[in-house]
């Protein structure tokens, strides 16, 4: 089944965007759950089909009126609930039961993929030693540790990566550990992979800011993880200036 909502009689602006008075376009995005501007890197934008199906445009290519919403479960279930997405397309709107758990879909693919694209441009490594030798270097951009690994390794790699942070007063790298190692394994044409990180720069940039969206809608380190406590989420500075296509 889908949810229907009707639209809000009262008139409001344009959702996609705002402009100062000037008519410039600025860079943020008006948020139609809450109401408030915010950057678009961390949101979703949303489209809006021909019978006024709600699609969540993971890519950010679909064509068509579209609106902004914040890159969270909550957002989305506040617009569900409160009919934000009628009055941003103006219209009826056809909301699929399992809207949300599309969204989270599409995020860990558009991950899996750009860890993919690392692979193949050679900013990826995998394998123990080859993870613990770039953590040792400083090199570790984002780390991506399988949710099925054992702790042992995992605690290994994450002492070195803590020591060089706090030795050149860096940031910890980013962490992915809501993959199993057979997901990540398909990343480099193997059957599992359970240690791999993506070396500092611009992929890791953009990564990072793919893997923010995401932590919206799934835990990205396991319950069941005994050291889960050990270690921490924590992202790098991204830069405005990505290039989509990366």
Not at 212 to 225: I, K, Q
Request: charged share 30%.
């Amino acid at each position: 089944m889908s949810t229907q909502t009707d639209i809000n009689p009262e008139p409001e602006s344009n959702p996609e965007q705002s402009s100062n008075s000037h008519g410039h376009k600025p860079r943020e995005r008006r948020d139609i759950a809450s109401g408030e501007l915010r950057d678009p890197a961390d949101m979703l934008r949303l489209a809006f089909g021909p019978d006024g199906q709600v699609v969540a445009d993971i890519y950010g290519k679909l064509p068509g009126r579209g609106a902004w919403i914040e890159a969270s479960r909550a957002a989305v279930e506040k617009a569900i609930k409160t009919g934000a997405f009628a009055r941003a397309a103006k219209r009826k709107t056809i909301i699929a039961d399992n809207f949300i758990d599309t969204i989270q879909a599409g995020l860990s693919a558009r991950v899996l993929g750009m860890l993919g694209m690392a692979k193949r441009a050679g900013q990826l490594e995998s394998g123990f030693e080859n993870v613990r030798s770039c953590a040792r270097a400083g090199e570790v951009g984002v780390r991506i540790e399988a949710s099925d690994g054992q702790p042992d390794g995992r605690s290994k790699i994450r002492v070195v990566v803590k020591a060089i942070a706090k030795e050149l007063e860096i940031p910890m790298p980013t962490l992915i550990g809501c993959f199993t190692s057979t997901e990540l394994g398909k990343v480099v044409g193997r059957d599992n992979m359970v240690h791999a990180c993506v070396h500092k720069g611009k992929m890791a940039k953009a990564i990072t800011r793919e893997i923010e969206r995401l932590a919206g809608f799934r835990e990205l380190m396991p319950d069941d993880w005994p050291d889960r406590e050990h270690e921490s989420f924590q992202t790098t500075d991204i830069s405005p200036n990505i290039g989509d296509g990366i």
